[in-house]
């Protein structure tokens, strides 16, 4: 089992398309373990994108994701960093497989209507930065029930 976060960006919100990405997602078979609706601020921005600080679309990267509320998720399932990402597609858009939610729904490489954790060990670190400890350990019988998961 991994943990990755999924975050519907501005765009995606704006789009009304909140329901339609996670019915994909959990129609995948991931689990929802936790869920907010929030407004970024530059400063939690920046905090989350540490990693491409300095590179020539981070100030911009910045602005887009501080432009309207996002929705921040934590998924769990097997081999979940992976499923997120296949379901998502490339960073570009217009390189991102047929069928995939920047293919369908992403306006550039920039504007591209979510984010999926890169890695099993980022998948942790980002979800523990949007969440605490008793927000991601809900759990219902219903939500791991294997059964539930069938489309
Ligand atoms: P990822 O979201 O597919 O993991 P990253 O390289 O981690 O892609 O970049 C983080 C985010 O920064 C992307 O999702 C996209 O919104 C933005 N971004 C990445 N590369 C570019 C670029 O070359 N120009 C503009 N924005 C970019
Ligand atoms: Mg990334």
């Known amino acids: 089992m991994e943990r990755t976060l999924l975050i519907i960006k501005p765009d995606g919100v704006q789009k009304h398309l909140i329901g339609e990405i996670l019915s994909r997602v959990e129609g995948a078979g ?15 921005a920046g ?7 300095g590179k020539p679309f981070y ?15 934590a998924l769990e399932g097997l081999s979940g960093v ?5 379901l998502i597609g490339a960073t570009d858009p217009s390189q991102a497989e047929e069928g995939t ?26 979800t523990a930065f ?4 008793a927000e991601l350990d809900i759990t219902t019988e219903n939500a791991q029930d294997e059964s539930y998961v069938n489309r």
Request: cysteine-free; aromatic content about 8%; proline content about 1%.
């Open 101 to 126: 939610i920047r293919r369908l729904y992403g306006d550039s490489i920039e504007r591209n209507t979510v984010h999926g954790s890169d890695s099993a060990e980022n998948g942790l670190v980002e």
């Open 59 to 73: 100030q911009s990267l910045i602005e887009y994701m501080t432009s309207g509320p996002v929705v921040v998720t």
């Open 47 to 53: 905090r989350f994108y540490a990693v491409h600080r």
């Open 82 to 86: 992976n499923r997120l990402r296949s």
């Open 130 to 133: 949007f969440f605490g400890t």
């Open 30 to 44: 991931l689990t929802i373990k936790s869920m907010r609706m929030l407004q970024l601020d530059r400063r939690t």
